[in-house]
């Protein structure tokens, strides 16, 4: 299922079945196969320990089951284990400081996309945003960074190709404080979960911007493809090591992404998802809620 902008919105259901849809599908007027049963689960990209312990809870009520009190369970258990949504996500600084948002993520995730939706977002909501084009390895990335930015109507500081990330969202933090702006935004080189350099230059960056703010950087997200599923997971896991991760944006929810991985990531990681992306239009980002996300899209 896919989102747009009034709700979480519809379809492409031809491309993905939600997990409550595969279910009743697989088992409506019959019993339970429970073979069957875990297959759609970790299927769904639940996670197989989340999936695991749905199927020892329904195997624990000792009678023959039916579809709706897999659907029960599995409702039960989700919501249990996303986070309640209470309010706004990245709000300003009590301080009057720059909340700093590092953004990191591997190349392919749409990334940059989801910076430029997530500086609209927030202007929209009328706060001022500054973005740091700090993904300096790849000269396209700042010019689509810049491109967005002139759309937006956002200031972006910037360097030339190969400069130094670091510099860049030093100099991007003095010039977001002399704006008096809520929000920095900075966006880092998209790489490998497996390259541990790589990795080393996203702390680095972080002690960079601990200079001028020791809080910051106040927010330390990813960004995931729903459609790569487990393989999100693994992503989340090795950038959570390396720079103890605050939230997730999860991009293609508007494809064949099932969506099951954030409650994976949730659930084996504890780190819940902020933002959901739900096409390729600069509005097409929406803060993450629970209720929604379960219902309209697992």
Not at 51 to 60: A, C, D, G, H
Not at 148 to 166: E, F, H, M, N
Not at 187 to 215: C, F, Q, S, W, Y
Not at 244 to 267: P, R, W, Y
Request: hydrophobic content about 40%; charged content about 25%.
């Amino acid at each position: 299922m896919g989102f747009r902008p009034s709700r979480f919105p519809p379809s492409n259901l031809e491309l993905t079945m939600g997990l409550f849809n595969a279910i009743l599908k697989r088992f409506a007027n019959q019993e339970i196969d429970w073979d069957d049963l875990e297959e759609v689960l970790i299927g769904s990209d639940l996670g197989v320990p989340l999936s695991m312990e749905i199927l020892k809870e329904l195997r624990s009520l000792g009678r023959t089951l039916k579809a709706d009190d897999v659907l029960k369970e599995c409702r039960r258990r989700v919501l249990a284990v996303l986070p309640e949504t209470t309010g706004p996500a990245l709000p300003p600084l009590e301080s009057g400081n720059p909340r700093v948002i590092l953004v990191a993520g591997v190349n392919g995730t749409g990334k940059t996309t989801s910076i430029a939706k997530l500086a609209n977002l927030l202007t929209k909501e009328g706060h001022k945003v500054v973005l740091a084009a700090a993904d300096t390895f790849r000269a396209a990335a700042i010019e689509q960074l810049d491109n967005w930015a002139q759309r937006i109507g956002v200031p972006l500081i910037k360097t030339q190709y190969q400069g130094d990330p670091s510099a860049v969202c030093y100099d991007a933090y003095e010039a977001a404080a002399k704006r008096g702006a809520t929000h920095l935004i900075c966006d880092t080189a998209g790489r490998l979960h497996v390259r541990a350099n790589l990795m080393e230059e996203l702390k680095k960056i972080e002690r960079t911007l601990g200079r001028k703010d020791p809080a910051a950087p106040h927010d330390r997200l990813i960004v995931v493809d729903a459609t790569t599923g487990s393989n999100a997971l693994a992503q989340a896991r090795e950038f959570n090591n390396a720079l103890s991760l605050t939230g997730l944006i999860i991009t293609k929810l508007d494809g064949s992404g099932k969506g099951g991985m954030a409650v994976a990531i949730q659930h084996q990681l504890g780190i819940p998802p902020l933002f959901v992306g739900t096409g390729e239009r600069v509005d097409d980002l929406h803060r993450f809620d629970r209720a929604r996300y379960v219902e309209e899209l697992l």
